[in-house]
């Protein structure tokens, strides 16, 4: 396989990772997943990684580094399916994944990235009410 | 890889394939799918094949498999990303995917599959409707 498919769902991008993620295919990856954020404006990436059993420190370090530029481009990273043995792997990697959000499933995972995007944009509109009060 | 990973939207089952299908493998799709609609009650399963370039006839079958079977559990498949080559191939080989709907990509191809099951609940309520007007 020379690339991991990334599709769009309407303001969210879902990538499943069902290989080992060697250098060249993560950082394609890596690559891949910041073009298309920027390309299609997307407020969100969901990895899956329910298929992932084996887990180093190269790995998580492109997850994270994944979370930081998509951040840079406004989009929040989720990941999901972490099975427990991975989840006990990046703790005592010391990797605790700085950057992105987690969640149980795909579900749970979207869920919290409509209510992560929806208090952003409350937000926003907040600060645009304040901004009229103050003096020009 | 042990076995594709099936992810839960909703009303929905979304697979991605990346991998290529050998026999173990598909047959463990095959399996999974079916007993993911009937655990889950999905009403469609999406299938993407976006990563997949190369496809035979045994490939070609087991999706085949996928829609007749699902439709047995009411639930519809749609596959979506289908590389121009790959279908250029699978008319070449005589497989046109029967029982199976293919959309463009993974937003159409869930479009569709919403607007299948809103006409199929509608016709059902209809049918509903009329037999009410029928003599005991």
């Known amino acids: 396989m020379d690339r991991i498919p990334?599709?769009?769902?309407?303001?969210f991008l879902l990538v499943t990772i069902q290989v080992d993620l060697y250098d060249r295919l993560a950082l394609d990856l890596e690559a891949d997943l910041v073009k298309a954020?920027?390309?299609?404006?997307?407020?969100?990436?969901?990895?899956?990684?329910?298929?992932?059993?084996?887990?180093?420190?190269?790995?998580?370090?492109?997850?994270?580094?994944?979370?930081?530029?998509?951040?840079?481009?406004?989009?929040e990273t989720v990941v999901v399916g972490m099975q427990p043995a991975v989840a006990i792997t990046l703790v005592e990697l010391g990797l605790p994944l700085k950057g992105v959000y987690t969640a149980l499933n795909v579900e749970r995972g979207m869920?919290?990235?409509?209510?992560?995007?929806?208090?952003?944009?409350?937000t926003i509109d907040q600060e645009d009410d304040?901004?009229?009060?103050?003096?020009e």
């Open 111 to 122: 869920d919290l990235l409509k209510s992560k995007i929806q208090f952003e944009d409350e």
């Open 130 to 135: 304040n901004s009229d009060d103050l003096p």
């Open 37 to 75: 954020v920027s390309k299609t404006g997307a407020r969100g990436i969901l990895i899956d990684i329910s298929a992932v059993s084996i887990v180093d420190s190269f790995m998580g370090r492109i997850i994270g580094n994944i979370g930081v530029m998509s951040k840079l481009l406004d989009a």
């Open 6 to 11: 990334i599709l769009r769902m309407g303001q």
